[in-house]
């Protein structure tokens, strides 16, 4: 069941005026009527590579994710597939491993990805998942499942020059590129 942060702060604000109300009508004294839900989420930055061996050809997808003073290493890969689907797989495979929203910094090198979802998705969807030259998206089965992830964390979008001495950009591709090196070993 997919969790929408804002209607989770609407219940928990209907709460605490309930408590409040409670509280004057008994003589407790609660000093918030309101609880700020968006300070008890998590914190994570993730960042997100692709990386292709021709395109198409055989790819992979790496994530770093970073919260409290910890980090854990996602990737992947795929047979046959192209740069984009890899990017987007990223993203989508780090979301997918939170286990409740979040309040997150997506760091990613992939234009593609960053403009879509920030920029391009919106209208997408009102031209029913055709482009402004009336063509259907690519990879819309990949930009579904990133939007839905990202209704469900608070997700700020960032991009950064790949190959750009980034450490943890660096990171990322290079766990992309032992999704490749696995997938052709196995």
């Not at 407790?28 to 960042?47: K, P």
Request: hydrophobic fraction near 40%; include cysteine; proline fraction near 3%.
């Amino acid at each position: 069941m997919a969790h929408n942060p804002t209607a989770l702060v609407a219940v928990v604000n209907v709460l605490a005026k309930t408590v409040s109300w409670i509280s004057e009508r008994h003589a407790i004294d609660y000093s918030a009527d309101t609880i700020d839900l968006e300070r008890f989420m998590a914190e994570v930055r993730i960042y997100s590579d692709g990386a292709c061996r021709g395109n198409p050809g055989p790819g992979g997808w790496g994530a770093l994710l970073q919260w409290n003073g910890r980090e854990k290493a996602l990737y992947g890969g795929e047979a046959e597939t192209t740069n984009n689907r890899m990017e987007l797989t990223a993203a989508i495979r780090a979301l997918e491993s939170l286990k409740r929203p979040c309040d997150v910094e997506l760091v990613t090198d992939s234009e593609y990805v960053r403009k879509g979802i920030t920029e391009w998705l919106d209208g997408w969807k009102r031209r029913g998942w055709k482009t402004a030259a009336k063509k259907p998206v690519k990879n819309a089965d990949l930009w579904l499942a990133l939007d839905t992830l990202n209704q469900k964390h608070r997700v700020r979008w960032r991009w950064v020059k790949g190959h750009s001495g980034d450490p943890g950009n660096e990171a990322a591709d290079a766990l992309a590129n032992r999704g490749i090196d696995e997938l052709n070993r196995g």
